[in-house]
């Protein structure tokens, strides 16, 4: 089939949020309606309908300094191999081709095979991990920090000002930033466990320690997505009742533009980098 063969790609609005979120939940994705907001107020996502079905997605969320960030790349599972991914990951480069910006992603494994032929290169590795009962909520609450604190650090670790970002996290129902000794990280809600990151530490024995602290005050399921370089941080997840549920690698189309001053123990999300 021709890449312009078959059905229009459109552009969709904030009035699709639910659409989306309908897609994302197939796909068992942890992501809420107030992610597929920002995605769709603050960058801008394709979609592909079926009639007045929404079964394809892909979004394109633009950073700081010429970067973009791309994601929610979703086909249902009624509607795949027939190239729809390829057609919207696509739009996106054009997109990000017109406007100069870089993009990076990270890539599920079915999403490796996507990316790949449409050259991007493989950067770093994570690791997507979980965590089914922490503790019991005995501990204090860890002592909370500024919005500022997280996202100085945060720019040193990403090359990016993601201030809108956090700052949206931030101010969710529920959402709050800790720091301990050296560690500073987010926990905020997701569809079906709650998410912690980004995670920056001076060393994997405090970001441990970060995490520990932040299971002793939660009573449901967490999710973290660690850079899988942090080898002792991943190994003490593991040993202490964390386990690796999938890998993601990320890609980037385009010179490397970021300059990062340190490397995090856990991103913010595959979905937001
Ligand atoms: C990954 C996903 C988006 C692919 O959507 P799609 O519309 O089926 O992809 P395309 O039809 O454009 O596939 C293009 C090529 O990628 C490769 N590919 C796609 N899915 C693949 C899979 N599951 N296994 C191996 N190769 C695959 C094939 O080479 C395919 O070409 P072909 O069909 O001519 O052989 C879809 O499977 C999906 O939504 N998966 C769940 C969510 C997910 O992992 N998203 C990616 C996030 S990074």
């Known amino acids: 089939m021709d890449a312009t063969d078959g059905p229009p790609i459109l552009k969709l609005g904030v009035e699709d949020a639910i ?6 939940t197939e796909a068992h994705w942890n992501q809420t309606e107030e992610d597929w907001r920002i995605f769709l107020h603050d960058g801008i996502v ?3 309908r079926d009639g007045m079905r ?7 969320l633009p950073y700081s300094g010429n970067n973009a960030w791309i994601s929610m790349v979703l086909v249902s599972g009624t509607h795949r191999r027939r190239g729809l991914a390829t057609r919207l990951v696509d739009a996106c480069l054009e997109t990000a081709r017109k406007n100069g910006l870089t993009s990076w992603l990270d890539a599920t494994p079915d999403g490796v095979a ?4 449409l050259g991007f290169t493989p950067t770093l590795q994570l690791r997507r991990l979980r965590l089914v009962r922490p503790a019991r909520a005995d501990a204090p609450p860890s002592s909370s920090a500024s919005i500022a604190a997280l996202r100085a650090r945060d720019r040193r ?4 000002d993601r201030t809108a970002l956090l700052s949206a996290f931030a101010q969710r129902f529920g959402s709050r ?7 500073i990280a987010l926990v905020r809600d997701g569809r079906t466990a709650r998410h912690i990151g980004p995670l920056l530490a001076d060393n994997a024995a405090a970001a441990l320690a970060m995490v520990d602290t932040i299971a002793h005050s939660e ?3 967490l999710l973290l997505d660690a850079v899988a370089s942090q080898a ?3 190994e003490g997840l593991t040993t202490s009742g964390w386990t690796i549920e999938r890998p993601f690698q990320r890609m980037r189309f385009g010179p490397a533009t970021a300059a990062a001053e340190e490397t995090p123990f856990a991103v913010a999300g595959p979905e937001f980098g």
């Not at 670790?157 to 990016?160: L, P, S």
């Not at 930033?177 to 560690?183: E, K, M, N, P, R």
């Open 19 to 24: 659409a989306g979120l309908v897609l994302s």
């Open 46 to 48: 394709f979609g592909i």
């Open 54 to 60: 929404l079964v394809a997605t892909a979004a394109l």
């Open 114 to 117: 996507v990316y790949g032929p």
């Open 157 to 160: 670790a990403t090359g990016f």
């Open 177 to 183: 930033i800790v720091s301990a000794s050296g560690a």
């Open 219 to 221: 009573t449901g399921p």
């Open 232 to 234: 002792a941080f991943l």
